[in-house]
């Protein structure tokens, strides 16, 4: 038999007269699968731009807008507290109040924490430990990475023996504290009044220096954290900083709070 009969319609005799070609579904869908994944991969490197198109893209906008916000709100308690003290001025010119009334409410500033305080100041400062730390000490286990980082609660341990030692007014990095205002982390982050910081954190109390470091010391939270101190290497030092001046609260003291639905 000729071979030209395995191939129909080439118009040999040994062919089938009228015979056409079969369609053959299979060669049209993986034609198709290989146009798909060429235009995915030409998507891909057009996308990529040469960068790691893995990372998740959402998580980076997020870091980026918390910075953003962070340091919007910055700007605007700067800038509310040069208004505030526009407004002071004016009033101090000639409010018609009577001394006794200035007085008041001088007192009433100074416990909310709006005015600046001056005085000998003590300065706690908290860090992370090395992120290649063991334990310093026998009989301790080998450190979880929780146990190499600044918490919530440690925070709040200094900021509550600062206060129980007669603090006149504590600032937490570059904000003044007031009796609204909560220490929270998330992560690794602090997070104050709309504001984000990383450590190393700075924690400064106006006060006398031999009771606010006494309150420390005595404090058995702060204890607690000086076990991880001496056996996981977490910074902690406090220094004495002499006479420094406080900043006063600059942000908002409007208090919101839920209201039932009518």
Partial sequence: MSNSADFPGTGSTGS????????RPVRVLTAGVFALAGLIFFTSFDTAKGTDIRTDASLLKLSDLIQERSHKNGQVNESNAALRDQVESLAEADDGSTR?????????????????????????TLNDAP?????KLPGYPEPQPDYLVIHQQDLQAVVNALWQGGAEGIKVMDQRLISTSAVRCVGNTLILQGRVYSPPYKIQAVGDPEKLQQALA?????????VYVNVYGLGWKVTEDGTVTLPGYSGTVDLHYAKPVE
Avoid at 103 to 120: H, I, Q, S, W, Y
Avoid at 218 to 226: C, D, F, L, R, V
Wanted: no cysteine; proline share 4%.
């Fill in 16 to 23: 089938t007269p009228g015979r056409r070609s079969r369609f």
């Fill in 218 to 226: 005595e404090s058995e939270a702060i204890q607690n954290y000086m």
């Fill in 100 to 124: 006794a009334e200035d007085e008041k409410l001088t007192r009433l500033e100074d416990a909310a924490g709006t005015r600046k305080v001056k005085g000998r100041a003590v300065t706690v």
């Fill in 131 to 135: 992120p290649n730390a063991t334990a």
